[in-house]
């Protein structure tokens, strides 16, 4: 089975978000996958996702059950088959932990959407508006990683 983390500074805001909307796209398009999220600090180990967060989310019927936080692991380099960060900052420190092997893996979660942003902007210190923007974003990239992740199930490159 295809296994696939998304990376975030806390794994509150924008990783924990891009579970639950990737799950819920990846199942009504019928697909079997993996899905995880984790940060690259450890603030928040344990706690629920962002209040903020889950309630811009759940506004349009996404689901957080179960998700909490968790810091990446080593393990997380082996194990999964995409590595999504949410901006720059978490991509350089993804790939300095990487090994060379697995480097592929980690790629930015907005190279599967068609936008001007490239990035998933940390919304913790802002307003309303950037967590908005927050579920936006990570909207448009999960719809073409579904269709990403489709192609690679008829290429047969995956077993889902
Ligand atoms: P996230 O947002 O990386 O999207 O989960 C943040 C959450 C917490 C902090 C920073 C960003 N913090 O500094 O505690």
Redesign the pocket.
């Known amino acids: 089975m295809l296994r696939i983390v998304f990376v ?10 891009a579970e639950a909307v990737f799950r819920h796209k990846a199942s009504k398009a019928g697909l079997h996958l993996h899905i995880d999220s984790a ?3 450890g ?2 180990v344990g706690a629920k ?2 209040k903020r ?1 889950m309630a811009v989310a759940r506004e349009q019927g996404y689901d957080f059950n179960g998700i909490s ?1 968790r810091k990446v692991s080593d393990a997380d380099f082996v194990e999964c088959d995409l590595i999504l960060a ?2 720059n900052a ?1 991509l350089d420190s993804l790939r300095k932990r990487c090994p060379e092997e697995h480097q592929q893996k980690v790629q930015l979660m907005m190279s599967y959407a068609d936008t001007e942003f490239s990035e ?1 902007p ?4 802002g307003g309303q508006k950037g967590f908005s923007l ?1 579920l936006d974003l990570i909207e448009q990239a999960s719809d073409g990683l579904v269709t990403h992740c489709q192609a690679l199930t008829k290429l047969n490159k995956v077993k889902v």
């Open positions: 975030c500074l806390g794994n509150i805001c924008r990783s924990p978000t940060g690259t600090a603030y928040h996702p962002d967060s936080c949410m901006d978490n998933v940390d919304p913790y210190y927050v």
